[in-house]
């Protein structure tokens, strides 16, 4: 099993910055996958970023050049760094794993755990 814990939502004006955070724990093999996923209320939800244990990174287009996924092995911790941030990008942030290689970015059902979410608000 492996057990995901959000942290780092908040509130911010447009053009701020936040970093989430998602300490895990549990067993991960030497092939896995970390995502970040978002889900903003009456929408679906939607890939934001992915990383895998070589560091491979992959990003929706509605956050390149704005969002940096990153993880720390020791601390177990995945991050992800959001800049410049938009009303757009309001929603509940979850992160997910899965164990194998990351599957595509829209097929969030591949994640075998989630974290319980961390809101994130960005006024205009």
Known sequence: QVRLVESGGGSVEAGGSLRLSCEHSGY??????????????????????????????????????????????????LYLQMNNLKP???????????LGACPLLRQSNRYNYWGQGTQVTVSS
């Open 28 to 77: 991960l093999y030497a092939i896995y996958c970390f995502g970040w996923y978002r889900q903003a209320p009456g929408k679906e939800r939607e890939a934001v970023a992915a990383i895998d244990n070589e560091e491979n990174t992959r990003y929706a287009d509605s956050v390149k050049g704005r969002f940096t996924i990153s993880q720390d092995i020791t601390k177990k911790t």
């Open 88 to 98: 757009d990008d309001t929603a509940t942030y979850y992160c997910a794993a899965t």
